[in-house]
């Protein structure tokens, strides 16, 4: 199982990842705002969803790297320390900006399509793929007694999509006044962004300083 600080220190960068504006919570956001809570909810929920996919991708990816050999799974780490690097100054560069879009074509979807296309929208993304990829192995412990890198790979990617999915519901069900308060503050996503990049950054310099 996950220790305690490994936990700790995972859901709290997934969770400052996730809050921070872009495709995914926007489109809940408007959907939330345009069709009404209960549906940015469900098309929330089908986005977080998507991440199961992600998650059985890099659990078995790892596996993979593993059984060929050890220096490929630390190529891969070290591979997506420099890919979160360049993530992080991305963020710290940003403008902000960030506003909540119109979602008319969405606009007589049932509950069911709507969480099949935010399901679908998030499983096919071969962004999400690569950030699975190499975010997660940078919280799998590998000294003596911290189990199986796959196992670890797993649980982190539920604690993922848990954290998403609470994120998401909780967007979806307050959609009309947080989308609103973006609209009015352009940049109220700039902060957010800072603190993203600078996680991204430090777990990068992380593994590659600290060995």
Not at 13 to 40: E, F, K, Y
Not at 199 to 211: K, P
Request: aromatic fraction near 10%; hydrophobic fraction near 55%.
């Amino acid at each position: 199982m996950l220790s305690p600080e490994q936990l700790l220190a995972f859901l709290a960068a997934a969770t400052l990842i996730t809050a921070s504006p872009g495709p995914d919570n926007l489109m809940v956001l408007g959907v939330g705002m345009s069709r009404g809570r209960r549906q940015g909810m469900v098309f929330g929920l089908g986005c977080a969803l998507g991440c199961l996919t992600h998650t059985l991708l890099a659990t078995v990816g790892v596996s993979a790297l593993l059984a060929a050999s050890p220096l490929a799974f630390t190529a891969l780490k070290v591979a997506g320390a420099l890919y979160l690097v360049w993530l992080g100054i991305g963020a710290l560069r940003s403008r902000g900006g960030a506003k909540v879009a119109g979602t008319g074509e969405l606009a007589n979807e049932t509950l069911g399509r709507l969480f099949a296309k935010g399901l679908f929208a998030n499983s096919i993304n071969p962004k999400v793929v690569l950030f699975f990829l190499t975010f997660l192995p940078q919280f799998v412990l590998t000294a003596p007694g911290s189990g199986s890198a796959s196992w670890q790979t797993a649980q982190l990617g539920l604690v993922f999509t848990a954290q998403a999915c609470v994120l998401f519901g909780l967007l979806g069900y307050f959609s009309g006044a947080i989308g609103q308060w973006i609209n009015q503050r352009p940049r109220a996503g700039l902060w957010l962004d800072r603190v993203a990049g600078a996680i991204f950054i430090g777990l990068g310099l992380r593994l590659l300083l600290v060995r």
